[in-house]
């Protein structure tokens, strides 16, 4: 099985997909004129505009339960098996793929808006809706809807189940067993009370894990701050293969930072346009905007503060990639969260384990709960033409399930299905939003076009001659009546 997977994964996982990652987040760079440098200010003011409604959550809440997803075990064990496999320089690469996933990112949360519908009072939206919509391929959106339920149902949880087990083994010695059993039932809790719960969960954990994990991180820096030059320096002469003991290989360094890079900020892959589509906004380029600014805060930040807390102590493997050490910080602990525990041990003895294990049991399970809403809303699509209700409650069970099972499974076997669930998603969903740029793009003119004239955005598909937006027509021909009645009654 093992082999089979491996196997997958360098065909999935090939030349192709990342130079299909770096070359869409170009393309939609150049095409936007770097939207995510020219509206970097409205981007954060977006963050806080909005509120929600009966079937929406604010920008706030799409943002948080979009983190939830993005925020993860690839911002801590995820950034280690890159400088492991990739050499330093795989850390400028994950850089890389967040400034140009951004502009992926505003696209397919964009689409994602444009394309959403109200099933039984909740918005949803997501790839497999502007598939259908606004390419009209009902097979490929079906298709992409079932290798979801598949990779964010049952592959990927393991992988962050498999890395809180672990770092809580390392810490406090906590049996596997023990963990899955918790989290299996603390996830059931979450997922058994509805998308409102999901949001108003993540509205309140994941600004706190991140900025404390942050925090630490900053710490550690100032405690460093001399090396940080240096280190600064080992990243970038080793990602253009100048520096004498990593630049060979730098193709393993893209490699591993474009693959890790996408796991963590999934800029592309088709998980965010899930979330950002439930959020209630008068115009989808806004929620476009916020959904790029997230692709910012996990990779910026949250994988930034762990690669330096990694190369300023010097806590970290590098080997060759016929597996020859190239450099050995660190001794009898395998590539993954182990290193960041290590780090923080040698520097807060007594608690630096235990922090990081804290900080991935709240990253790593926040995202269990967001690829639950990922999948559930990939069945709420599969299910709009029949009424299939215990599909939702096998899914519950089989994400239970899975997330049980990742406590006990080896950190390979996790992380190789984890990759080729986020591979296959990817694949599908970037050559789904090539195809589309051109709605997202007249989007963004619109928005700025609204701006100028200095009103607050508001979306009509119509005129924009974009069809299939069909939420939008009728919720601008109730406001249009609503209008009418009321200035009758005037």
């Known amino acids: 099985m093992n082999e089979l997977v491996t196997t997958l994964n360098e065909y999935v996982w090939s030349t192709a997909l990342i130079a299909l ?3 869409t987040g170009l393309y939609f760079s150049v095409r936007s004129r770097f939207l995510q440098l020219r509206h970097l200010r409205e981007m954060t003011r977006l963050m806080m505009d909005g509120k929600s409604s009966d079937q929406g959550v604010s920008s706030f809440q799409a943002l948080t339960m979009t983190l939830a997803g ?3 075990t690839g911002n801590i064990a995820g950034v280690a098996t890159a400088i492991t496999f ?3 320089g795989a850390v400028f690469w994950m850089w890389m793929v967040a400034f140009l996933g951004a502009s992926s990112a505003f696209v397919e949360s ?3 808006q444009v394309y959403k519908e109200s099933i039984n009072k909740q918005y949803r939206g997501g790839p497999a809706f502007y598939i259908e919509k606004g390419l009209g391929v009902k097979w490929y959106a079906l298709l992409f809807a079932f290798v979801t339920v598949i990779a964010t149902g049952l592959l990927l949880p393991g992988v962050q189940a498999n890395s809180i087990a672990e770092s809580l083994k390392t810490a406090a010695g906590v049996d596997t067993t023990v963990t899955g059993a918790l989290l ?3 996830l059931a809790f979450i997922i058994f009370g509805g998308v409102k719960r999901i949001a108003t969960f993540a509205e309140y954990v994941v600004p706190f894990m991140a900025l404390g994990y942050i925090v630490v991180a900053c710490i550690i820096v100032a405690l460093h701050i001399e090396q940080l030059p240096n280190v600064l320096g080992l990243i970038f002469r080793s990602a253009f293969a100048m520096d004498a003991g990593f630049g060979a290989i730098i193709g393993m360094a893209i490699q591993w930072g474009v693959k890790r890079g996408v796991y963590s ?3 592309g892959q088709g998980t965010g346009p899930h979330a950002s589509s439930a959020a209630e906004v008068s115009h989808p380029a806004k929620q476009g905007l916020v959904q790029g600014f997230s692709v910012y805060v996990d990779t910026l930040f949250v994988c930034s503060a762990t690669a330096f807390m990694l190369l300023i102590t010097g806590q970290y493997n590098v080997q060759a990639p016929d597996g020859t050490p190239m450099f050995t910080g660190v001794q009898g602990v395998a590539a993954g969260p182990g290193y960041v525990q290590t780090a923080l041990e040698n520097i807060m003895p007594g608690f630096g384990a235990l922090f990081v294990a804290i900080a991935l049991l709240f990253f790593a399970f926040t995202t269990i709960v967001a690829y639950y809403y990922i999948a559930e809303t990939n069945i709420a699509y599969i299910n709009r033409a029949t009424s299939r209700p215990w599909m939702a409650f096998v899914l519950k069970l089989c994400i239970i399930a899975a997330t049980f099972y990742g406590t006990v499974r080896t950190a390979d076997a996790a992380w190789a299905l984890g990759d080729l669930g986020v591979g296959l998603m990817a694949w599908l ?3 789904a939003i090539l195809l589309m740029r051109n709605v997202a793009f007249k989007c963004l003119r619109d928005y700025e076009a609204q ?13 924009l001659g974009i069809k299939n937006a069909d939420y939008w027509v009728q919720r601008n021909s109730q406001a249009a009546a609503q209008d009418k009645t009321a200035e009758t009654v005037r």
């Open 21 to 23: 990652c770096l070359g």
């Open 70 to 72: 993005r925020v993860g």
């Open 86 to 88: 990739g050499g330093p």
């Open 110 to 112: 964009t689409l994602g």
């Open 184 to 186: 299996a039932i603390a």
């Open 265 to 267: 900020n999934e800029a």
């Open 429 to 431: 969903n970037i050559i």
């Open 451 to 463: 701006k100028a004239q200095g009103k607050d955005p508001v979306f009509d598909p119509v005129a």
